[in-house]
């Protein structure tokens, strides 16, 4: 036990030091990449410190693989230069037993960074992301095309090019109508659709109906005035409302996906998105692996060693994760291995280090 304690006296302070400096890094190189921004559009630095501070949770996120990664890999590189490991070693104590502590607290570490970002970090960055568009005065571009629509509970089916939302105006517009058993209604096909505020449907332009009676296909130039009563889907649902699932929580990301395969959007990149929020964590548990593996190689410079190799596995596995992340968005790999890959393969590097570590 006094092993355990002395182990965790020496790692804890570090990986508290190193959390902070490498979040600290990160939020000077937002604060660098938007000064000039801020500048321009006059803002305070009252504001530019309450968005620093939204910012904050996100930075400290990705700084914790780093900064648990260097502690450890710092610590054991200086008992094994101090020499202290050799009496660890010589009293019948592996190097696996005695870091195994260290593994039991990096599983729990992953569990609360998860808990961490899904009721922390999502709603102060979108809060953060929010008050920085407004700051920056960027324009919101409401206007969508290319989009499906479902309303009136899955019975009337909207396909349309463009909605233009200052007119409240839905072109090349097809419409598919179902009755309550999910069975084909009519298809309706216009040029274009307005939206009627005093009756609060769409007024069709140009428009064509297509029933099927019997084994004919029936069009007529006028609607039935049941279907037009069902057009009633508010414009608001037809703007563009994307949402990005980095900003939102696992809960709320998993049914944005399922509406996006329930109206045939590509959703790729948001399911990888989505998978990726339950694969970093395990980052934490990976990285102390590696560091136990990578500690040791050398008795001079430790403090040097240590942070180059941190900062180079760091590097590797995010340029891995954001390679493996396109392949998943363009459909080459599953969304699934998009976001897991990285974790598998660094995995097994971090094994195979552990397994030629010194002992």
Known sequence: MKIVLYLFRKILPLFVGALIFFAFVLLLVDLMMNLW???????????????????????????????????????????????????????????TRFTFPLLI??????????????????????KKTTEQESALNKEKNDNNDNLVVIGDNGNVIYKAEFYNDKEQKLQTL???????????????????????????IWNLSAS???????????????????????LNEPPATFRRNVVSVETVSSADAKVYIEHLQRAGLPFAEALSLYHKKFAFPFIVFIVVILSVGLSGKSRKNVMLISLASCISASVLFYVTQMVTMLLAKFGYISPFLGAWFPVFLFVGISLVVLRYART
Request: hydrophobic share 50%; charged share 20%.
């Open 37 to 95: 921004n801020y500048i321009s559009n006059g803002v305070s630095l009252k504001r530019v410190g309450f968005i620093m501070l939204l910012y904050a949770p996100k930075t400290l996120w990705y700084a914790t693989p780093i900064a648990i990664l260097f502690a450890v890999s710092y610590s054991l590189s200086d008992f094994y230069a101090s020499n202290e490991l050799v009496a660890i070693f010589a009293s019948g104590i592996s190097l």
């Open 105 to 126: 607290f990096a599983i729990f570490l992953s569990i609360a960074l998860f808990l961490f970002d899904d009721r922390v970090v999502v709603p102060t960055f979108a």
């Open 174 to 200: 097809l419409i598919v109508v179902r009755n309550d058993d999910k069975s084909l209604r009519s298809i309706l096909r216009a040029d274009s659709a307005i939206w009627n505020e005093d009756e609060n």
């Open 208 to 230: 064509t109906q297509y029933d099927k009676i019997g084994e004919e296909i029936v069009a007529k130039s006028e609607i039935d005035s049941e279907i037009l009563v069902r």
